[in-house]
C-alpha cells in the first residue's frame, strides 16, 4: 500500500484522475478512503499453495473479480495501470491485459503472484539488482529501489531526541514490527528489558496486539529506568523522528526495510517472520551480504538478541560501518523513478488517469 501512495505522490502533477482498486475487505480500504482517494473493491483470493478444499471457493471470488474488474476498466478507462502485487491485482491483470501496466516488486525474491503479475505487466520495476535473477526470461526491467513517501525525512539527531524526550547519555534502539507488531520480538526485548535499559534507550513499537501488556510493564518499572524506555502501539508522522534519533534497528525484514532503512542510514538486527516463506530471509540475507544488517532467526531470540544488542553498542566503530554501508544502499530518487516508468507507458496526448 506504502509504496503506491509513494508513487502517486511522486507522479501526481503528471495526471488528471487516479482509481484505487483493492481487495473487498482489505486492509488498506480505509486508509485509502481517509486520505480522500477514489476507491473500488474486487473480489479477490489467492490459488497458490492452498488446501483443495479452499480450492473451488477462491477459483469463483477469482472469476468474479475478472468480471468486476472488466466492468471497472470499461467505465474508467485507464491509460496505464500500477500494479504493487499480490493475488489482488490478478483479476485485474487479467481484465486489463491489453492496457499498458507497471509492476512493482518490493520484496527481493518475487512470490507465485508477482510471478504471475509480470506475464502481464509491460514494465517491471525492482527494489534490488539481486530480483534480476528471477525474472531472467524477460527485457522489461529496471531497479528503481523501494519508493518511500515525502513525509519521511531524515531530522537532525538533537531534534529528533527531543522530540521522544530522549537524551545524550545513552545510545538509543528503535524496535518495532509494524501495525500489529512482532510477538517474539517483544517478547525477547520484555525478558531482558532491565538489562537493556541499563544500557541503552529504547523505542518500542509494541503493535496494538500488545500495547496493553506493555503498558503494564512499563508503569511497573522505577522512574529512571521508565525514562529511558518510549513505548507507543504504532507511530505515524514520528516515524522519521524515531529512525532519526537511533543507532540501532530491530525489527522484521519486510520489504519496507529495503527501503527505509538505507534512508535513514540505520544499522539494524533483522529477524524475518517465519512464516512469510523465504521473502524475508532473503531481504535480510541481502541487508547482512552488504555488511549493513545482522540475522537472527526467529527461534534464537531469547539466546541471542540481547548478547548481540549490547555488542554492537559497545563497538561503536562498527555500528558506524555498518550505518555508511546501510546508507549506501539507499535510492531516494525511487518513486521518481516509477513515476517516470508508468508515464513512460502512455502516448503524450493520452494522460487520462492512472489505476493503482
Not at 23 to 28: C, I, K, P
Not at 149 to 174: C, H, S, T
Request: charged letters at 20%; one cysteine or more.
Amino acid at each position: 500500500m506504502y509504496p503506491a501512495l509513494a508513487v502517486l505522490q511522486a507522479m501526481e502533477d503528471n495526471y488528471n484522475d487516479f482509481l484505487w482498486v483493492g481487495g473487498q475487505g482489505g486492509m488498506e480500504a480505509e486508509l485509502i478512503k481517509r486520505l480522500n482517494l477514489p476507491y473500488e473493491e474486487i473480489p479477490a483470493a489467492g490459488v497458490h499453495g492452498i488446501g483443495l478444499r479452499s480450492l473451488p471457493g477462491n477459483l469463483y471470488k477469482l472469476i468474479k473479480g475478472v468480471i468486476k474488474s472488466a466492468q471497472i476498466l470499461r467505465r474508467f478507462q485507464p491509460d496505464v495501470i500500477f500494479y504493487t502485487g499480490g493475488f489482488v491485482a490478478a483479476p485485474m491483470a487479467v481484465a486489463g491485459f491489453s492496457t499498458p501496466s507497471v509492476l512493482f516488486v518490493p520484496d527481493i525474491e518475487p512470490g507465485f503472484a508477482l510471478i504471475f503479475l509480470s506475464k502481464f505487466a509491460h514494465a517491471i520495476a525492482l527494489t534490488t539488482e539481486n530480483s534480476k535473477d528471477f525474472f531472467k526470461k524477460t527485457k522489461k526491467l529496471k531497479v528503481t529501489g523501494y519508493p518511500l513517501r515525502k513525509e519521511l525525512r531524515v531530522y537532525q539527531k538533537d531534534e529528533a531526541m527531543q522530540i521522544f524526550k530522549l537524551d545524550g547519555n545513552l545510545p538509543v534502539i528503535l524496535v518495532y514490527g509494524g501495525s500489529k507488531g512482532a510477538h517474539s520480538i517483544n517478547l525477547a526485548i520484555l525478558n531482558n528489558l532491565d538489562v537493556l535499559l541499563s544500557k541503552v534507550q529504547i523505542i518500542h513499537i509494541t503493535g496494538n496486539n500488545d500495547w496493553a501488556d506493555f503498558q503494564k510493564v512499563h508503569q511497573k518499572l522505577s522512574p529512571e529506568l521508565a525514562a529511558n524506555y518510549q513505548i507507543y502501539p504504532y507511530l505515524h508522522d514520528e516515524m522519521s523522528a524515531a529512525f532519526s534519533c537511533s543507532e540501532l534497528c530491530i525489527s522484521r525484514s519486510g520489504a519496507s526495510t529495503l527501503g527505509e532503512l538505507p534512508f535513514f542510514g540505520v544499522p539494524a538486527i533483522l529477524v524475518p517472520y517465519p512464516y512469510a516463506w523465504r521473502y524475508q530471509k532473503t531481504n535480510a540475507q541481502y541487508l547482512v551480504d552488504h555488511q549493513a544488517a545482522i540475522l537472527i532467526p526467529n527461534e534464537e531470540l531469547d539466546a541471542r538478541l540481547t548478547q548481540q544488542i549490547l555488542n554492537l553498542i559497545n563497538s561503536p566503530d562498527q555500528l558506524v560501518e555498518m550505518s555508511k554501508a546501510m546508507k549506501s544502499l539507499s535510492k531516494p530518487d525511487a518513486a521518481d523513478q516509477i513515476a517516470s516508468l508508468i508515464s513512460q507507458q502512455v502516448t503524450p496526448t493520452s494522460r487520462k488517469g492512472g489505476l493503482s
